[in-house]
Structure formats: C-alpha cells, structure tokens
C-alpha cells in the first residue's frame, strides 16, 4: 500500500486546516499544519516586541521548534513551551502574512517541514505546499471558496473569543489577507500547475474530505484498500 504525500493549499478560511486533519484520521497518515508553524513565529515576534523583519529572521531561525501530535490536531512547542493555544488570535492573524514573507523565515520553517515529509504518508497544508515545500507530492489540493463564505466561517471561529468583531471586519480582513498572500514576493499563495481544484463552498468539511480521497484513488486505484 503506497503512502502517499498530499499537499493542501488555499487561501484563508477554505478549511485546509479542519479538513486535513479529517483527511490524516481518515487514512492514519500524520498530519502538518504549515501555517501554525508561521503562527508560532508570529506570536513569538509579538511577544518579543520584534517588528524588523531582520530581527523576526534571526528570531524564526534560532527558534527551538517541534511539531507533535495531540488528540485534538498538531500542537508546536517553541522553545519548549506549547503556544498553539496562543496563535489563533486576531493578533496573530493580523501580522502572520507579513511574517511568513519574510524570506529567510520561510527558508527555516520549509526546511522543517521537507524534514518532517520525508517518508511519505503524510497530510500538509498551507499556502506553498504544492509549489514549493513539496513540488512532487503525489496530490496536490487547490482547496477555495468565496470569500463570503470563508468569511462566515472564520466569524464564528474568532467572535467566540472576540465577540467585538462584525462579520464586515472578517470579510476585510480575509480579503486582505487573499491580497497579502497573492502577492508577496517570496513563494506567493497559487494555485500549482498539477494541482486539483476543490472549491468546497457547498460542502461540508467531511464531504470535502471524501472528495479529496476520490481524487486520491482516481490517481493511485487501491492506495487505501
């Protein structure tokens, strides 16, 4: 039975990170949550007060970082403190895409994360795994939405914590973020010339699963039988 290496890629709000984590369960492959890696710097260059992105490199590259399972996802310890209970706020999430356009930032955390692939059977999503930390992945996932609907569904993921938050504010900032990310110079969000197409503005997170899993047999017949 091939293990396979599926890439997920997507703009904010597609659920790349809900449904992997579906996906990985499903086929017992790990699973690698890219963008909590760049959240993890992020939230260490706010609470270092580091705003230069020379000094946020430097920081990022010296960072002590470990990805471990849990039972509710993949938690990142830096520096031997778990943070993952501290990289979903907005504060992180405003700053994060600026962060992870850092070049050499990308270049420690892409290195991390090949490591971690290398064996295959494995679940990774983010912005550039298709196009850059893994260009030969054996799938690879374009997953979208609109940004009205990746909207409501980050406003209910941060009114929990933040009810001062209108559902105008998370449609500006998703689609600040979609800019942000499109746009950068360093391993711009695209989608990869072989990447499949998901838009999965009428499913559910399950039902996205499954269709990545079909498009997974239609390529490799029997990989999970």
Do not use: W
């Amino acid at each position: 039975m091939k293990k396979l290496s599926i890439a997920i890629d997507g703009p904010a709000g597609a659920g790349k990170s809900s449904v992997s984590k579906i996906l990985a369960a499903r086929l017992g492959y790990a699973y690698l949550d890219t963008g909590a890696m760049y959240r993890a710097v992020t939230y260490e260059a706010i609470e270092r007060k580091l705003v230069d992105p020379e000094a946020v490199a430097a920081m990022a590259e010296a960072l002590d970082m470990e990805v471990l399972p849990g039972q509710d996802g993949m938690h990142v310890i830096t520096d031997g403190r778990d943070v993952t209970p501290f990289i979903r706020t907005p504060e992180v999430s405003g700053r994060v895409s600026e962060v992870s356009a850092i070049g050499r930032v990308r270049k420690a955390m892409v290195a991390l994360q090949r490591k971690q692939a290398e064996k295959g059977g494995i679940v990774l999503d983010g912005r550039d795994i298709g196009t850059t930390v893994l260009p030969k992945a054996d799938i690879k996932i374009f997953l979208t939405a609109s940004v009205h609907i990746r909207a409501v569904r980050r406003f209910k993921e941060l009114t929990e914590g933040h009810p001062e938050m209108t559902m105008e504010d998370v449609e500006k900032e998703i689609s600040r973020r979609d800019y942000l990310d499109s746009h950068r110079e360093i391993s711009p969000l695209k989608k990869a010339e072989d990447a499949v197409l998901l838009d999965n503005g009428e499913l559910t997170l399950e039902g996205t699963a499954e269709a990545i899993i079909r498009i997974c047999r239609s390529k490799f017949p029997g990989f999970d039988a």
